[in-house]
């Protein structure tokens, strides 16, 4: 609620700021409101669940936005030589794919310079296509299912990697761990949760492991008994599940209820330390990924501002979602304008040294050379295990002493 | 064979909360033809409080046992509910006692709606896991295993379903319920106080709902604001299946519904794999060879089977399977 009234609030600014930063760039300032100090907004849009069983996931998201542009702000930042102040557009997409659409529309409408998100893939893609339409470049900083960036869009990035990175790490790490015969793959049936298991079970197959028809819950889905009863007659032993923690956690605790004995392994959307709390001592040892470092790795300015602005550590992929913030703006400032058709040439050329390490696109919009992380459960807490960076394996240590997300 | 007992077993389980909830639908609608749809809601609240009181008992750090604790949620949670329930009767239901039909159907739609953003309002957006206290220990059987909270839940239901028929039966209030239920005029003209009996079945629907919001809570070990709706949904089709306002046909409606659906989940994946079914499986030969199945249906479908149930005993037995009261009701 309190959102939509700042936005209204600033709709008069902003609709002179838009136009000032917009087409007519060069023009002197239209007489800027004549009381108000000549300070030009410019917003950007983030989307993410912030409703439903998911929500944790889409706060901290904006979260990691919210502190980007509150630094940001308080640097004075000046574009085409007028100060402008950076206004963060949060909306809730409830991780419905209609709901999606709908509030892309909502920020298409609303004029906003870029957006970060959104988290979901399963809404991440088809709103790209209005974004796109709308020529507004989109940084998603959780979506990891490839489809997202094959599209042909010029305008679509993401600061994560991607599921056929993702997949084959959880799926070869498990290989070598557990070094299965058989396995099993259950999936939430959304864009990410599938996508991801199809990835796994790729690499399984290619490794000569024996992978069980498909099981599918929901999204919403917390009864998996049912599904796993069916699964401990295979007697497999790595089982595998595409999907998030509010629907992963019940699955583990019945899973371990039933006897199953297998080694249990989730994707980015299962590896938060959410999972302990919902499935409780049956979250021990289970193995996750998620597509970018750890978050004890991001920068330190990044984790001190995180703590001190929510009082609560970061979750997931705030790190990602806050440099995706950094990057928009530091497009802009490189391009001196908010305009997207002149600052998304200057995002794409983009080298940029963020919380999350260095960040470079490639032609497609993914984050070259992405990290992706294996963790265990380890006393309630997702640990990391190895950090995997241009094929090698590294720990925690070796990595931060490489140095890479310094700032 | 250990894996259908299994299924007979989760079947069980889930089937005996659908029964305690439906008999909730089904007494309200034997008495007044009401559908009360916000009785899966009621259920939730039972959950919400007992999840409430659970955290701060177990939290005040007093050394009693897991069944104590859970026991305090239990009886925090039905207190409440039964006073929501008789608010729902008084307050939204009663003044339309006497409207058409369909006032009261989207009063009992609305309250739903009302409980529901109370309960996010409450308890917030985020699902609440359910605190591990009760150990659970998991025995196996015939190599299928049971956990304590699955013996539990069945033989706690057992227990309400036993309870519920001797109240209904064999006393004085409730020889008046079903007086009520045979004629609220004529009952009201025998000296029976008809809104006390109303009121009283709202009540006890609702305590049933407490018990069985608990179950599930502490059965999946999560609670959410929106976990009322399809359960809600599931119960009323399994009254509808034993013949809504039938005291025993919500119950079997029930343990049916349950066990169709664990059936159902676990076994279409491989009845529908059309690998092993000679004409298609030759069609599909590459496929299968190269994949071993082609599944058409999966278990993506379980919430389906509720509902496939109901339209296909609709079709055929539309009084449900025990309810041949139901046709002087409509």
């Known amino acids: ?407 | 064979m250990d894996i259908l007992l299994q299924q007979i077993i989760n079947g069980l389980t889930t089937g005996s909360v659908y029964a305690i909830v439906a008999l909730g639908y089904t007494m309200v609608y034997g008495v007044i033809q009401l559908i009360n749809f916000a009785h899966g809601e009621v259920v939730m609240i039972g959950a919400m409080v007992a999840f409430t009181v659970i955290m701060a008992v177990a939290g005040a750090g007093l050394p009693l046992p897991p069944v104590v604790i859970v026991l305090a949620g239990v009886l925090a949670a039905i207190p409440v509910c039964m006073a929501i329930g008789y608010l729902l009767e008084r307050l939204a239901y009663r003044p339309l006692r006497h409207a058409p039909r369909l006032a009261p159907l989207i009063t009992a739609i609305g309250m739903s709606i009302v409980l529901q953003h109370l309960a996010l309002l409450v308890w917030g957006r985020d699902p609440l896991a359910f605190p591990q206290i009760m150990e659970n220990a998991s025995f196996v059987i015939g190599g299928a295993a049971i956990s304590s909270v699955q013996i539990g839940i069945i033989v706690l239901s057992v227990a309400m379903m036993a309870g519920l028929t001797w109240f209904v039966y064999r006393t004085k209030f409730g020889i008046a319920i079903r007086a009520t239920a045979e004629d609220v005029r004529i009952a009201a003209l025998m000296g029976i106080d008809a809104n006390r009996v109303i009121a009283a079945t709202f009540i006890i629907g609702a305590a049933l709902g407490a018990v069985a919001g608990v179950m599930v809570g502490t059965y999946y070990g999560i609670a959410h604001y929106t976990m009322g709706f399809t359960l809600g949904l599931k119960a009323f089709s399994a009254a509808v299946l034993g013949g809504i306002g039938n005291l025993a046909g919500a119950m079997l409606g029930g343990i049916v519904l349950g066990l169709v659906e664990a059936l159902g989940t676990g076994y279409i994946g491989e009845f529908t794999d059309l690998c092993q079914w000679p004409l298609v499986g030759d069609a599909l030969a590459e496929r299968c060879a190269a994949d071993g199945h082609a599944v058409l249906f999966g278990s993506n479908y379980q919430d389906v089977f509720a509902f496939l149930v109901l339209i296909l005993v609709l079709v055929f037995r539309p009084s449900g399977l025990l309810g041949e009261r139901v046709s002087e009701r409509a």
């Open chain 1, 1 to 407: 609620m309190n959102q939509s009234v700042k936005v209204l609030s600033l709709s008069v600014a902003a609709a002179v700021a838009m136009f000032g930063c917009g087409k007519k760039e060069e023009a002197p300032k239209p007489a800027a409101a004549p009381a108000a100090p000549a300070v030009t907004v410019v917003k950007i849009g983030h989307v993410g669940p912030l409703t439903g069983g998911i929500a944790h996931f889409g706060k901290d998201n904006e979260n990691g936005v919210r502190l980007a542009l509150d630094e940001i702000n308080a640097t004075n930042p000046k574009l085409g030589g007028t100060p402008v102040k950076f206004e963060l557009v949060a909306e809730d997409d409830q991780a419905d794919p209609k709901v999606g659409n709908t509030v892309a529309q909502k920020l298409v409408d609303a004029k906003v310079a870029g957006v970060v998100g959104h988290l979901n893939s399963g809404t991440s893609i088809p709103a790209s296509a209005i974004y796109n339409g709308a020529g507004i470049p989109m940084i998603s900083g959780a979506s990891t299912n490839p489809a997202f960036t094959e599209q042909g869009f010029k305008g679509v990035f993401r600061v994560v990697g991607r599921d056929d990175q993702q997949g084959p790490a959880v799926a070869n790490y498990l290989i070598s761990t557990a070094k299965p015969k058989t396995a099993a793959v259950i999936d939430d049936a959304t864009a990410y949760g599938e996508g991801l298991a199809n990835e796994v079970e790729k690499t399984l197959k290619a490794a000569g492991v024996k992978v069980l028809p498909r099981e599918k819950g929901t999204d919403k889905t917390v009864d998996w008994k049912a599904v796993l009863t069916k699964i401990k007659g295979k007697k497999p032993d790595v089982v595998f599940y595409g999907g998030m923690d509010a629907t992963g956690g019940p699955l583990l605790k019945q899973a371990r209820e039933l006897k199953i004995g297998a080694a249990f392994a989730f994707g980015d959307g299962g590896c938060t330390d959410k999972m302990a709390e919902l499935a409780g001592a049956a979250a021990e040892g289970l193995v996750c990924s998620q597509a970018g470092i750890p978050v004890q790795a991001a920068g330190k300015q990044f984790l001190d501002g995180y703590r001190a602005m929510f009082k609560m550590d970061p979750i997931i992929y705030s790190p990602f979602t806050y440099d995706a913030a950094k990057l928009l703006v530091a497009a802009m400032q490189k391009a001196d304008s908010a305009d997207p058709a002149k600052y998304l040439p200057a995002l794409q050329a983009i080298d940029y040294n963020g919380a999350t390490g260095n960040v470079k696109f490639d032609e497609k919009g993914d984050r070259k050379d992405a990290e992706m992380t294996i963790f265990t459960m380890k006393d309630s807490k997702i640990t990391p295990l190895a950090i995997i960076k241009s094929g090698k394996s590294l720990t925690l240590d070796e990595y931060a002493a490489l140095g890479t997300a310094g700032k």
